[in-house]
Nanobody, 124 residues
Framework: QVQLVESGGGLVQAGGSLRLSCAAS????????VGWFRQAPGKERKFVAS????????NYSESEKGRFTASRDNAKSTVYLQMNSLKPEDTAVYYC?????????????????WGQGTQVAVSS
């Protein structure tokens, strides 16, 4: 069983940066790929980024590529999402999720554990 807790959300002006954290508890975290997803008001949850268990393989949504960077510190059982050049359209609740596989995935139904989410609001 893996439990995930996101933090680091908040209100930022357009062009600013935030770093989200996803702290995990439970065994086997280093064997789990972690994904970041977001859900804007009135919209479906969508894929943002995924990082493999080793941290060596990364996958990003096209719209976030070049602005967002995922990383992880397995010694701390924590995954990060560095978000730069933020835009108002990045406003959403951001979720991290872990899967019982070390391989990245952009599909929500391939993730087994989810955090409660952290709110990010970007003002124009």
């Amino acid at each position: 069983q893996v439990q995930l807790v996101e933090s680091g959300g908040g209100l930022v002006q357009a062009g600013g940066s935030l770093r989200l954290s996803c702290a995990a508890s439970g065994v086997g975290f280093s064997m789990s790929a972690v994904g970041w997803f977001r859900q804007a008001p009135g919209k479906e949850r969508k894929f943002v980024a995924s990082i493999s268990g080793s941290g060596l393989t990364l996958n990003y949504s096209e719209s976030e590529k070049g602005r967002f960077t995922a990383s992880r510190d397995n010694a701390k059982s924590t995954v990060y999402l560095q978000m730069n050049s933020l835009k108002p359209e990045d406003t959403a609740v951001y979720y991290c999720a872990a899967r019982r596989s070390s391989f990245v995935s952009s599909y929500q139904n391939e993730y087994d554990y989810w955090g409660q989410g952290t709110q990010v609001a970007v003002s124009s």
